[in-house]
Structures are given as structure tokens and as C-alpha cells.
């Protein structure tokens, strides 16, 4: 099994709808993240979290709101979906060990999602 | 703003030619530095990873990567390139200190294409 699954893996949606894509972990990790990846711009933060009870706004939060219910579970919401949140979706952790010992990132597989 | 740039969107090569992807990155407090692969269709992998020490880090596949603090870079080099090597790669910078720590910041990434 993965150690970071998203849910779902594919989705479209209709304009104005709302939609939640779904992170969970096993890796016990404290951090996690919200990516997104458009051609031509690589991945771009929407939302992190550095533990249940923080939640920081990325490069491009807006349009975009998260929760995190648990340390192993970071959700991503859109509130009224539009066509150019078209893109792929990838939740990531990473965890911090002290200064200067942070882990690498692990990614789940990519949510990708297209409005209509 | 921190920020992470790749000099190249799209290099083309034969196989067997060397490769050497550019990375800069704008932060003057400690880092951790990350290189990143996306086969086709795939999630991100880590390539290799710097925190402290030697350096001229060796990754997976025959990849390695040379940080340079001075320059405020982290190139990914390849002596030989295959066919299979053909992916997206990104660059990834971690700030290790001060509010920001923590925080993960990709490159817009470059396409290698290896003809073969």
C-alpha cells in the first residue's frame, strides 16, 4: 500500500460545484501539503500544515480551503469550482527531525481533476 | 518572495550525451535541496537530496548534484543519459530556518527528452 494515497484519482466536475480531494498518510509524518502542477509552471503550494492544529496558506490559496482532521488526514476543498482549477492535484509530507533534519517530500499519486 | 529557478524547459538529447540541469534558488538562510523526477504519468520521485556535509551528493540512477553555496546552486548532473531517463525533473528547496521553515518550493521544472 502507498504511504501517502489521495482519493479520488480522477475527477471532473461542473463549474460551481464543490469538490474535496482527499490526503491520508502512514508514514506519521507532522507536515503535510497541498501542490498543484500546471504545464510550464511545476508545482505550485496551495495550502500546508505543519501539524493538526496549523494550517498556512501556500502561493495560491485562493479559491482553495483545507482541513486537517487528524495528523495522518489533510483534505483540499474547492468551494465553487471553476475551469481553471483545472489541473493535477498532489498532497505531500515531509517531516521535521530538528534544524537542518527535515525528511524529503513524499508525494501520493495525483488527484487530477478537470472542471467543466 | 523565496523562489527556485531552472534555467532550461526543455532539453533534448541523445543518448549517451551528459546532461547538467541548472538550479538557483533565493534564500540566504540554511536550506535543504532536493531534485525530483516525473516519469510520464507518474508521481513525483526523489532523484537525490543535500542537508549538510560533502557537497557533491550522488542520487539514484546515476545522478548526482552539486551544491554551491556561494552560487546559490544546486545542478544536476548525468554523465551518460538513456533513453529511460527521459522525465520531467524539479528542483526543490526546503527552508530550514526562521517562520518559513519547513516550507517546500519547486522549480517550473525542465522536460528532458533523450532521443535514442
Known amino acids: 500500500d502507498a504511504d501517502v494515497t489521495q482519493t479520488p484519482r480522477n475527477r471532473i466536475t461542473k463549474t460551481g460545484k464543490r469538490i474535496m480531494l482527499e490526503c491520508s498518510q502512514t508514514k506519521g509524518h507532522d507536515r503535510m501539503y497541498w501542490y498543484r502542477q500546471d504545464p510550464g509552471l511545476g508545482l505550485r503550494l496551495i495550502y500546508y500544515?505543519?501539524?493538526?492544529?496549523?494550517?498556512n496558506k501556500g502561493e495560491i490559496s485562493d479559491g482553495y480551503s483545507v482541513s486537517r482532521q487528524a495528523q495522518a488526514k489533510f483534505s483540499l476543498s474547492l468551494e465553487s469550482a471553476i475551469p481553471n482549477q483545472t489541473a493535477l492535484y498532489f498532497c505531500a509530507t515531509t517531516h521535521v527531525r530538528g534544524r537542518g533534519k527535515n525528511t524529503e517530500a513524499f508525494f501520493g499519486q495525483g488527484t487530477r481533476l478537470t472542471v467543466v | 518572495a523565496q523562489s527556485v529557478s531552472q534555467h532550461n524547459h526543455h532539453v533534448i538529447l541523445s543518448e549517451a550525451a551528459s546532461l547538467e540541469l541548472g538550479c538557483n534558488y533565493s534564500y540566504g538562510g540554511t536550506v535543504n535541496l532536493f531534485w525530483y523526477v516525473q516519469y510520464p504519468g507518474q508521481h513525483l520521485q526523489l532523484l537525490l537530496k543535500y542537508f549538510s556535509g560533502d557537497p557533491l551528493v550522488k542520487g539514484i540512477k546515476g545522478f548526482e548534484a552539486e551544491f554551491i553555496k556561494s552560487k546559490f546552486s544546486f545542478n544536476l548532473r548525468k554523465p551518460s543519459v538513456q533513453w529511460s531517463d527521459t522525465a520531467e525533473y524539479f528542483c526543490a528547496v526546503m527552508l530550514n530556518y526562521g517562520g518559513s521553515q519547513g516550507n517546500l518550493i519547486f522549480g517550473k521544472g525542465t522536460k528532458l527528452s533523450v532521443k535514442p
Open positions: 500544515s505543519f501539524d493538526v492544529k496549523d494550517i
